[in-house]
């Protein structure tokens, strides 16, 4: 697959405006957060704080996809979950809401996973999904995420309520796994 709409670079503080200009309600913030970011609305100094306190993290990156004028339009977080660095994490993926639907979601996280497989050299890649984002779901899977099979899932008590997050894998570093 060509990449033609986007590129991926290194997360900058002046990214944030765009992040939180797409975060337009609370339910997609927990969607998107979890509640790993305190309160809605999310502001730029929160995510920048949150985002400066792993700095010195060498296995936390956070990114940003941009397009060919340079706009950031998605973002996304990776971090290693195993000391043997050979399984990645993605989390915190959004994309502006005026392109959704168009396959930039599907193009980030396959960029991602390419990144993570020549790059990181990472065995699988993870995230979890809530099952009441079923775009989000779709998205992934279009991407080469799978759900593990007999399902793995998470419980978040959100709203007084409990959100199921199905939790998904990407193989990768096999010739039948390349991006």
Known sequence: MEFEMLRLRPYKPCDAKYVVSWITDEDMFLKWSAGRFGEYPLTEDRLNAHYSEAADNDKFWQMTAIDESGKPVGHFIMRFTDDAMESIRLGFVIVDGSIRGKGYGKEMITLALKYAQDFLRVKEATLGVFENNPAALY????????????????????????????????????ADNAY
């Open 139 to 174: 998205c992934y899977k279009a991407a080469g995420f799978k759900e593990y099979e007999g399902g793995r899932t998470e419980e978040y008590n959100i709203y007084g309520r409990k959100w199921k997050c199905i939790e998904l894998y990407a193989p990768l570093g096999g």
